[in-house]
């Protein structure tokens, strides 16, 4: 509990910390720094993982995907062998960040051709080498009007591999 509140604390003193509007030149900075990061994946250059801090963290869409930078460099490397890895090309992405520029957060809706359309957040770390992701969260958007449908096939899902 005294985690949490730690974190609900941090969290929403960066929020306060947060300008009104973003640095219009940061945020173009930001948004090519992510574009390049999605395109690598695109193109399965391992610069996709240079992006990503040491102790960066990658939240998948499946609730085991959860992993260090490098843990996920291993488990993508499959992916990477072929000539594209994944695409993800933002729709809309919004760019918050600290007052001193040092900490940047980002939302974004993504249009994928494999998982439908999906939202995620990130968090870069500003560096004097540059831009490095530290924290990434990937999600699947599910509208709310089917919502009960996809909680079903999860919930049959769950119970059949419970099972086995």
């Not at 998948?60 to 993800?88: H, I, M, Q, V």
Request: proline content about 2%; aromatic content about 12%; some cysteine.
């Amino acid at each position: 509990m005294k985690r949490f509140l730690t974190a609900c604390f941090l969290f929403l003193s960066l929020v306060g910390a947060a300008r009104a509007e973003t640095d219009p030149v940061l945020a173009r900075q930001v948004n090519a720094f992510v574009d390049a990061w999605h395109d690598d994946a695109a193109n399965a250059r391992m610069a996709y993982f240079d992006k990503m801090a040491k102790d960066g963290v990658y939240i998948g869409t499946d609730r085991t995907e959860l992993w260090k930078r490098d843990e996920f460099k291993a488990w993508a490397k499959k992916y990477f062998d072929r000539k594209s890895a994944w695409s993800f090309k933002a729709t809309r992405r919004n760019v918050y960040a600290s007052a001193d520029k040092s900490l940047i957060w980002f939302d974004e809706l993504l249009d994928t051709p494999n998982m439908g359309p999906c939202m995620a957040s990130g968090v870069i770390r500003k560096t004097k080498d540059g831009f490095e992701i530290v924290h990434y969260q990937l999600s699947m958007a599910v509208p709310n009007d089917v919502n009960d449908k996809v909680h079903k096939l999860i919930a049959d899902h769950e119970a059949a591999a419970a099972k086995k």
